[in-house]
Structures are given as C-alpha cells and as structure tokens.
Nanobody, 123 residues
C-alpha cells in the first residue's frame, strides 16, 4: 500500500524559506508523478507543483513559479518542495500526492495522498 509522509512545515516570516519533504513507500514509483498541493483556510485545495519520477519533468502553478522548486531523490523515494520568498498568501496545509502517469495539475487524478503539513507565513 502506498504511503506518503510529509514533513518540514512550520511558521516563518514573510521572505523566509522552507523545504518540505514527502517520503513515499509501498511500491516502486517508476512511471509515477508526485505532486504538491495546498489548502488554505476556507479555500479549495489547489495544485502547486509536480514532478515525474522517471523523466524529472516539472510543472508549477503560476502563483509559485520562480519561488518554489520541486525535486526528487529517487534513491530515497523522497520529493522535496523548496519554498523561497514566502508570503502570507502561501499559508496553507501542504499535501503531497502521487499518480501513475505524466505530470498534470488535476487534483482528482491523484490517487494517494499524505496527511499534510502546516505552513504558516506571518507578515
């Protein structure tokens, strides 16, 4: 069974950086895509970034392009989200998720989800 465990969240000041990690287990992930999503209070969950385990191709939401970087360590089955220049609008619970296939933004096409990690950015 696939398990995803996020870590690295916390409370930071505007302009600071954080790196989130998502450790995946339960199968080999060749051909899979790992995505990061976030959900702010009172808002719907939204796509942040995704990476293909096999090709390393990445896609980003416009709101985080140039500030966030997704990367993977296939040997550790871990995906990272480096978040720079954080602002209060980035405050949310961040989730990682996995799907079989190419990297896409559609939330409903991701099959397995982690429990989330809270990121709070104060002004």
């Amino acid at each position: 069974q696939v398990q995803l465990v996020e870590s690295g969240g916390g409370t930071v000041q505007a302009g600071d950086s954080l790196r989130l990690s998502c450790a995946a287990s339960g199968r080999t992930f060749s051909g899979y895509t790992m995505g990061w999503f976030r959900q702010a209070p009172g808002k719907e969950r939204e796509f942040v970034a995704a990476i293909s385990w096999t090709s390393g191709r990445t896609i980003y939401a416009d709101s985080v392009k140039g500030r966030f970087t997704i990367s993977s360590d296939n040997a550790k089955s871990t995906v990272y989200l480096q978040m720079n220049s954080l602002n209060p609008e980035d405050t949310a619970v961040y989730y990682c998720a996995v799907r079989y296939g190419v990297e896409i933004m559609a939330i409903y096409l991701y099959n397995y989800w982690g429990q989330g990690t809270q990121v709070t950015v104060s002004s």
